[in-house]
């Protein structure tokens, strides 16, 4: 079974520019997170999806970062613009049904802000 | 005050000692946690749940919780070098702690 898949892994951008990273959860997983994980600090949620339906996106700065799930299954995070603070690893994490069960993380996209 | 406080340490332990690491956290209705395990420049994987009051063992790994305390534990029995990697608790809703560093020194 495939796991979850992130791209690209890498991305370089200078400040002010848009971005967006796209994630394909494990198959039948209806639980989609969010995370940005800052250089020494655990993963940070950003927003929580249950089907297409976002539960939790409280700490989603929601000024310039926005995200989908269409479908409920791939979904797009979008940083428009990014800002040099915003370079972190992002990381898209699935588990199914409700939350609690084991999420599995995807590799993660290194972002740098120049 | 966050939701999860870790002591970030860094821990260093010898090769076959008992390593330590403690997590607190503010939600009282919180009835369940996790200790993840990330080896650095990879994502975090799941090693331990807890959704009781009391331990749970799985090999060398025990969790504790402790609702009244507010307190959940990770003992790591046994250490091995390859258990060096940055521990995070995390809570039901989960939100992280920063995470413990730990070495294990051959």
């Known amino acids: 079974e495939a796991g979850v898949v992130q791209s690209p892994r890498y991305k370089i951008i200078e400040k002010k520019q848009p971005v967006a990273f796209w994630c394909n959860p494990i198959s039948g997983h209806n639980t989609l997170y969010w995370y940005r994980q800052n250089l020494g600090q655990g993963p940070e949620l950003l927003i929580r999806y249950e089907n297409e339906e976002a539960v939790d996106d409280s700490q989603l700065p929601k000024d310039r970062f926005s995200a989908e799930r269409l479908k409920g299954v791939d979904s797009t995070l979008k940083i428009q613009p990014a800002e040099l603070g915003d370079s972190a690893v992002y990381l898209c994490?699935?588990?199914?049904?409700?939350?609690?069960?084991?999420?599995?993380f995807g590799p993660g996209t290194r972002l740098t802000v120049l | 005050q966050k939701e999860v406080e870790q002591n970030s340490g860094p821990l260093s332990v010898p090769e076959g000692a008992i390593a330590s690491l403690n997590c607190t956290y503010s939600?009282?209705?919180?009835?369940?946690f996790f200790w993840y395990r990330q080896y650095s420049g990879k994502s975090p994987e799941l090693i331990m749940s807890i959704y009781s009051n009391g331990d749970k063992e799985d090999g060398r790994f025990t969790a504790q919780l402790n609702k009244a305390s507010q307190y959940v534990s990770l003992l790591i029995r046994d250490s091995q070098p390859s258990d060096s990697a940055t521990y995070l608790c995390?809570?039901?809703?989960?939100?992280f702690g920063a995470g413990t560093r730990l070495t294990v020194k051959p």
């Open positions: 994490a699935s588990s199914s049904s409700r939350p609690g069960n084991e999420q599995f």
């Open positions: 995390a809570s039901p809703y989960m939100r």
């Open positions: 939600d009282r209705g919180s009835q369940s």
